[in-house]
């Protein structure tokens, strides 16, 4: 079945560390996102990408960075320079067409 | 800048009894309106969309949602509310450049009773 898969499920880092967050998605689809989810909020967008080899970012890219070398992968990096980096992150993507968004179970970070 | 908003932060609905949730947005022009669903721990699953046509649109798992310009709503509605149907739910509007441009309210959380 076609889908997006991000991985780990729940991750846990100690302050100062780097963390990457997987997403992968056989849709065939060409744009991709990633969005912070934080209790009582709604997403908020951190970089997308519409095309292999470039991306954009979102209203909240500080302290992340991302690459887009394929296709089918977007993943995300969590650097030591976001302050506040304890949330739900999910990845989404969407076709050609572009009339709907469809998101990963999304990846819970969690930094002690 | 466009904005979206859900007054209501939880719900309790009876299981059987009806449901509406409430979306206001604030957008200049005819918006791309969403219905998201997310259950705990899981990603967002969309119930329904409306980008222009009929004002009243159905979605999956029974739900329908009617677009009200001169209110500038989108309430989502549901006749008979199942214990499964316990969850987040999520407006959101966009607008026809892509969805870099979609903004999600905060969304309100039903709980549903015996």
């Known amino acids: 079945d076609g889908g997006i898969t991000q991985s780990p499920k729940y991750l846990f880092r100690k302050e100062g560390q780097n963390v990457t967050l997987s997403c992968e998605q056989n849709?065939?689809?060409?744009?991709m996102y990633w969005y912070r989810q934080d209790p009582g909020q709604g997403l908020r967008l951190i970089y997308y990408?519409?095309?292999?080899?470039?991306?954009q970012k979102g209203d909240i890219a500080e302290g992340y960075s991302v690459s887009r070398e394929k296709k089918e992968s977007f993943p995300l990096t969590v650097t030591s320079a976001q302050k506040n980096p304890t949330a739900f992150y999910l990845c989404?993507?969407?076709?050609?067409?572009?009339?709907?968004?469809?998101f990963g179970e999304g990846s819970r970070l969690t930094v002690l | 800048a466009q904005s979206v908003t859900q007054p209501d932060i939880h719900i309790t609905v009876s299981e059987g009894a009806s449901l509406e949730l409430r979306c206001n947005y604030s957008?200049?022009?005819?918006?791309?309106l969403f219905w998201y669903v997310q259950s705990p721990g899981q990603g967002l699953q969309l119930l329904l969309k409306?980008?222009?046509?009929?004002?009243l649109v159905q979605g999956i798992k029974g739900f329908e949602a009617e677009f009200k310009r001169s209110q500038s709503s989108f309430n989502l509605r549901k006749p008979s509310v199942h214990w499964s149907d316990a969850a987040e739910y999520f407006c959101?509007?966009?607008?026809?450049?892509?969805?870099?441009?979609?903004?999600f309210g905060t969304g309100t959380r039903l709980l549903v009773s015996p």
């Open positions: 989404a993507s969407t076709g050609a067409e572009g009339r709907e968004l469809f």
């Open positions: 849709l065939n689809h060409d744009a």
């Open positions: 990408s519409q095309i292999v080899n470039d991306f």
């Open positions: 957008y200049g022009a005819t918006p791309y």
């Open positions: 409306y980008f222009s046509g009929d004002t």
């Open positions: 959101a509007v966009g607008r026809n450049t892509g969805f870099q441009k979609l903004v």
